[in-house]
């Protein structure tokens, strides 16, 4: 799967329609609590239940609860923290460092620009990082997790994960579960853990660590560092010097490496 094809994944109906604004919790600042017409969420796309309850915050730094039906919460400038709670929410960081937790429930996390931190909570979760060097932890659940421009530390956590890497040297742990990794250009380092994982290198010089399980691990152009760990591993290079390793019991599979890797097991 090319990674052209695993952005278009993130792509989903945007959120459009009148929205209902009712009774949320927002401690420090104030919000807007008519109803209107809301536009669609630029940069933000996912599909959500038609009538939500949406929850402004201000250009302050602002605490704010979600409730336990559907939200959407925006916490526009500040440097905020945003709680979901419960059902599947949206939750849009906007400019600052913000702190933003999903809860339980399938969240669309959008964290914008500033360095934040986002936790996805239980269930699958979507969550975009922003252009600044962000922290995110996916939560239990099969996650699908977008890094950002900035240099992004990235935790896939329980379950099979699909998170592909920003722009920059990001560090990437998918955490157990059946994961796919992309790394994009910069020096990313990735790390599979336990269960059976596919990690791909993309472009530069990437680090990739199967872990336990049959891992496959492609590290595409550039001087990539592979090596499988427990299970039997299939481990494939390109163009570019690099070392492929097994660095446990099981058999190493070397599908394609180019002339210029050196093999050690």
């Known amino acids: 799967m090319r990674l052209t094809e695993v952005r278009t994944r993130f792509r989903v109906p945007a959120l459009t329609g ?3 604004l009712t009774t949320g919790v927002l401690l420090a600042g104030s919000g807007t609590t008519a ?3 809301e536009p669609a ?4 796309q996912f599909a959500v239940n038609p009538s939500p309850i949406t929850i402004m915050g201000t250009n302050s730094d602002d605490v704010i609860f979600g409730t336990p039906a559907v939200d959407v919460i925006d916490g526009l400038a500040g440097n905020d923290r945003i709680f979901g709670l419960g059902d599947d929410d949206v939750i849009i960081g906007g400019a600052g460092d913000d702190l933003l937790f999903g809860g339980a429930g399938q969240d669309g996390i959008d964290a914008g620009s500033g360095a934040d931190a986002v936790d996805g909570g239980n269930d699958g979760d979507t969550i975009i990082a922003g252009p600044d060097a962000d922290t995110v932890n996916g939560g239990s659940g099969g996650d699908r997790i977008l890094g950002g421009g900035g240099i992004d530390v990235i935790s896939g956590d329980n379950e099979d994960d699909l998170i592909c890497a ?3 040297n990001d560090i990437v742990n998918a955490g157990p579960g059946l994961d796919t990794v992309y790394g994009e250009p910069g020096k990313d380092t990735i ?3 336990e269960d059976t994982d596919q990690l791909y290198g993309n472009e530069d010089e990437d680090t990739l660590t ?3 399980g049959p891992d496959d691990l492609f590290g595409g152009p550039g001087d990539d560092t592979m090596l499988g760990g427990n299970g039997n591993d299939a481990l494939s290079g390109q163009a570019g010097s690099g070392d492929l390793g097994d660095g446990g019991p099981g058999l190493l599979d070397v599908c394609s490496p180019s002339t210029e890797i050196q093999v050690s097991c």
């Not at 969420?41 to 933000?44: N, S, T």
């Open 18 to 20: 009148a929205a209902l």
């Open 35 to 37: 109803a209107a017409d």
């Open 41 to 44: 969420i630029p940069a933000c």
């Open 166 to 168: 920003g722009t920059e």
């Open 191 to 193: 790390e599979g853990a």
């Open 210 to 212: 199967g872990g336990d």
